[in-house]
């Protein structure tokens, strides 16, 4: 589920906002996801809750997605990254509200 949300936020954005190819957005938004998985969402917020998780989320996000943009020269603007990341911090808090509704529903089993 976390593949395909970052997935449509990161290609979409890369396509529209810089010179990528499909191949290479949807190989930073691969990069992205896993990054995120395990840092945001197996470490911080088992450790946090999800304001904290989303924050590390998008924190994690915009550094990456500097960084990548970068490697490959792309023309990634300082806004278009913060336009990015805040759909994506939006899109990452019903996300891990949705996997702790979840945890208590599996816990309720």
Known sequence: MKLIINGVIVVG?????????????IL????LTVIAYLLGDQVILRATNNTMATIADAVIAAIYLWAVSRVFNWDLSFGELIVTVAILGVAEFFYHRYLGLNDVENAKS
């Open 13 to 25: 954005s890369l396509i529209w906002f810089t010179e990528a190819t499909w191949g290479s957005a």
């Open 28 to 31: 930073a938004a691969l990069g």
